[in-house]
């Protein structure tokens, strides 16, 4: 059994040295450090911080499975019993350290890392809405530096040349503003193969659904909020009980888009219930910066795409922001 990556921050320079140049795997050949570059030309370099989901805190927590995971995966988390121990995450999207959270088209998110024991880990890093913003890593830098002009004719003419790009923000725009990090879903947005003791293969996509319900906010009640209401709410919720998600496989169907984040499965498409992450209460912000989240520290029996240029080029950009946010 090959279990998820160690924590070791060791190996952050190793993993630096790997990624240049990129793997063949990848879908085109975009430098990650040119858009962790573009993200800091929009929202500045601020050092000491990541150069996106810059305003968040941390928490923690403990993940247990359903009887019924163990059907569709071999991976420790899933078939063990638990509790596994968590770290995470939640954050607004984008580089703005002060990103107000009652922000409309922007997305929640929360990352996780589930704690397999002997110093392995896995993660899983989800938003607030189930596709992101660009097909592949190019189109996602040509959009960065696009938005860093501030040139509203040329970011016009982007959206008008990609209109997969303007789906997101339409989708988030549609919904009311979230009133807590604990009444909204959290998505994977990639395509996910699980395989379970018998070989038998599933693809999905991840979601997270809060127990306590989606709840929203009108948009002149956000307009009144402070823009950091979050974590304060967030502190007075767990005061009363801890907060919990389901985690949820949507089970996909062939002929559904593997490899293309800005693409919605359909609607009708079936889910599996494959455990219960309890957020139990807040955590020193230090111990979620001195590692960093990555959507493909993943498990035997958990499998990314293998041809989402979006996915593969997610850690890279990580570990770039990572090693300068440590420097
Ligand atoms: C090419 C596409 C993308 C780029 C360049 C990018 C870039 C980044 C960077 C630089 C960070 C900060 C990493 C760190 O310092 O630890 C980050 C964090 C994050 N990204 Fe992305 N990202 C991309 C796609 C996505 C997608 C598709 C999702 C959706 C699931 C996503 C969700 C997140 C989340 C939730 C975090 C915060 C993790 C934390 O709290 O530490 N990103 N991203």
Do not use: R, T
């Given at each position: 059994m090959s279990l998820g990556r160690r924590a070791a921050l060791a190996a952050v320079p190793l993993v630096l040295a790997l990624i240049s140049p990129l793997t063949p795997a990848h879908a085109d050949d975009t430098d990650p450090e040119a858009l962790v570059n573009a993200l800091n030309a929009i929202f500045g370099a601020n050092p000491g911080k990541r150069a996106a989901h810059t305003h968040g805190f941390c928490v923690k927590g403990s993940f247990v499975p359903t009887d019924e995971a163990a059907k569709f995966s071999k991976a420790p988390h899933l078939t063990g019993r638990g509790p596994w121990p968590v770290v995470g995450r939640f954050s607004m999207g984008?580089?703005?350290?002060?990103?107000?959270?009652?922000?409309?088209?922007n997305v929640r998110a929360l990352a996780i890392h589930i704690d397999l024991g002997d110093g392995n880990q896995t993660d899983m890093v989800l938003i607030s809405a189930p596709i992101f913003a660009a097909k592949t890593p190019a189109k996602f830098l040509e959009l960065l530096q696009t938005v860093a002009t501030k040139d509203k004719d040329k970011i016009g003419d982007f959206f008008a040349a990609n209109p997969e790009s303007t789906r997101q923000k339409a989708w988030l725009e549609a919904r009311p503003v979230p009133a807590s990090y604990a009444t909204v879903s959290y998505h994977g947005v990639h395509t996910f193969t699980l395989t379970n003791a018998e070989g038998q293969n599933q693809i999905i996509k991840w979601k997270l659904v809060p127990k306590a319900g989606e709840i929203g906010i009108s948009d002149e009640e956000a307009k009144g909020k402070d823009p950091d209401f979050y974590k304060p709410e967030l502190t007075e919720r767990l005061a009363k009980g801890p907060v919990e998600f389901e985690m949820t496989a949507i089970l996909g169907e062939p002929g559904d888009a593997l490899d293309d984040p800005t693409v919605l499965w359909p609607e009708e498409r079936k889910s599996a219930a494959i455990g219960t992450l309890t957020i139990g209460a807040l955590e020193d912000d230090k111990v979620c910066d001195t590692n960093m989240f990555d959507p493909t520290n993943v498990v035997d029996g958990i499998a990314g795409p293998e041809n989402d240029g979006i996915f593969l080029i997610r850690s890279p950009a990580y570990a770039v922001s990572f090693s300068r946010r440590n420097q």
């Open positions: 984008g580089g703005n350290p002060l990103a107000p959270n009652g922000q409309k088209d």
